[in-house]
């Protein structure tokens, strides 16, 4: 029977803060990057100009259907080798998380703004509004508010993505985690606690976006 | 066609796909003239109505709506993004949906167009707005929001809505058809006081005493062409076309007809 001694995980609770401390800020770097990026793809791909809308699908498909893992490793070390630009591992992650993201983004933006009843747009038209005033003011704010349960989950499945930039050694919760394990010895209670770390971060998001998910079925 | 009329189309033709919906449509409306368009669903009365604000892109002809005139067919360059809005600002549009924007209060449906498109202050689209749902009876609703209002009152707003940008030509396309009959009174009411203030409307409706008492003239449209034109009592009362016949006495018998003859 294993013998289990949180005491000793206690000691690294300033390393593990500093941890969680990345682990956030880089959350909010890559959400809102990929949220820029997705609203870009979502509007590229609904372009009646053909060679944007199709650049658009390229990209949202290309990150879409390769594992984020070997995004992270290829923008790391095959990108400088390819292309001779150099970057650190927080730059290389956040490049790769931000576009991953942006293309699950995309493709939410752009349901959203396709659900939107087409005599809205033609209301928009009727009155002499331009078509980037109809998506400003007419479109976007009614397809936001179905897009917020969905972007919020699609935000704590990036949470989690952060992870695996502790395999570029950027000192995330899970890296410090690690750092923490090999130092003490004791990687079942660090691991443990590091679960508990990440849960406790992410549940009260899900009751947060399940709530947002029931009033919008009440008020559709 | 006198180059007096507010509303000319000229060998209008719109295809979608192989089926050819309009086929050489002429019509014009003299300033303050209401046409009312008839005829069987599918006949091509919605496709004309979006042509005479080019919400449809016509494949040949022309349409002129006061001074601003536009060209389609070989050899014409299609209206760009703002040539099309400008030109779309100058007429009134009413759906049969009413296509409210449900986000925005009735006071800023109304002052959506005024402000975003003819760039007024807040300072004049407001007094502006205010005025026209007074107009249509809903000054007290200004605060609402169009998911607490009735069909009726949805479409009167709609109708304050394009009319807050001053156009010089209101189209109705079909604005009573989803409404409850209890409630139709109270849009053909605003219908008609605009067309007694000399407002120039082209209506598509099903309402045919209505159109007959509102309309100057009437048109009757069957499989993308005009079957029959005239005088609005004439054209109701003693048509000259088979078709035209048979195709209002389906409102006879539905106890529709004329409160003269009723
Ligand atoms: N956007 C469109 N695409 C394809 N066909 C259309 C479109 N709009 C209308 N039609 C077709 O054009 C014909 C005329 O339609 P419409 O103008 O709506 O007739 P009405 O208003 O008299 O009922 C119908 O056969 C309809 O199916
Ligand atoms: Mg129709």
Redesign the pocket.
């Known amino acids: 029977m294993y013998h289990w001694d949180f005491g000793l995980v206690w000691t690294y609770r300033w390393l593990l803060l500093d941890g969680l401390g990345v682990t956030v800020g880089f959350t909010i770097a890559i959400v809102v990057l990929g949220l820029v990026m997705g609203l870009a793809a979502a509007l590229a791909k609904l372009s009646a100009f053909r060679p944007l809308a199709w650049l658009a699908s390229a990209y949202v498909e290309v990150f879409r259907c390769t594992p984020l893992l070997v995004q992270l490793v290829w923008f790391y070390y095959a990108m400088p080798i390819l292309t001779g630009i150099e970057m650190s591992a927080l730059t290389a992650g956040i490049l790769a998380l931000s576009l991953y993201g942006g293309s699950f983004y995309a493709e939410i933006i752009r349901g959203g703004i396709v659900s939107i009843d087409r005599g809205q747009t033609e209301a928009g038209e009727a009155l002499g509004m331009l078509p980037a005033q109809i998506m400003r003011r007419v479109v976007l704010p009614q397809a936001l508010k179905r897009m917020v349960p969905p972007l919020m989950n699609q935000s704590i499945i990036q949470f989690k993505n952060t992870s695996l930039v502790s395999v570029l050694a950027v000192p995330d919760l899970l890296y410090q985690g690690q750092v923490a394990a090999h130092d003490s010895y004791r990687p079942l209670e660090l691991y443990t606690v590091i679960a508990i770390i990440y849960f406790l971060a992410l549940f009260p998001l899900t009751l947060l976006v399940r709530r947002g998910e029931a009033r919008l079925a009440t008020t559709d | 066609m006198t180059s007096q009329s507010k509303i000319e189309v000229a060998a209008l033709r719109k295809c979608?796909?192989d089926?050819e919906?309009l086929k050489d449509i002429n019509l014009s409306v003299e300033p303050g003239g209401v046409v009312a368009l008839i005829?069987?669903?599918?006949?091509?009365?919605?496709?004309?109505?979006?042509c005479i604000n080019l919400l449809?892109v016509p494949d040949g002809g022309r349409v002129r709506v006061g001074g601003d005139s536009f060209a389609f067919g070989t050899g014409t360059r299609l209206p760009g993004v703002k040539e099309l809005a400008r030109f779309r600002a100058n007429t009134g549009m009413v759906f049969q949906h009413f296509n409210l924007f449900p986000h925005m209060s009735v006071l800023a449906n109304v002052m959506e167009g005024p402000l975003t498109v003819r760039g007024l202050p807040k300072a004049k689209a407001e007094p502006l707005a205010r005025s026209l749902l007074a107009k249509v009876g809903l000054a007290d609703k200004a605060d609402a929001y169009p998911n607490k209002l009735s069909g009726g009152q949805k479409q009167r707003v709609a109708i304050a809505r394009a009319l807050a940008m001053e156009p010089e030509v209101m189209l109705f396309?079909?604005a009573t058809s989803a409404l409850d009959p209890e409630l139709v009174g109270e849009v053909l009411a605003v219908m008609r006081a605009l067309a007694k203030e000399g407002m120039t409307m082209v209506i598509?409706t099903h309402e045919i005493a209505f159109a007959r008492e509102v309309a100057d003239r009437v048109i009757f449209?069957r499989d993308?062409v005009v079957v029959e034109e005239g005088p609005a009592q004439q054209v109701i009362d003693a048509p000259r076309e088979a078709a035209t016949r048979a195709f209002l006495s389906h409102f006879h018998k539905r106890g529709e007809a004329p409160a003269a003859t009723a």
């Open positions: 979608f796909g089926l919906v005829g069987p669903s599918g006949s091509g009365k919605s496709t004309l109505l979006r449809v396309d079909e598509v449209m993308g």
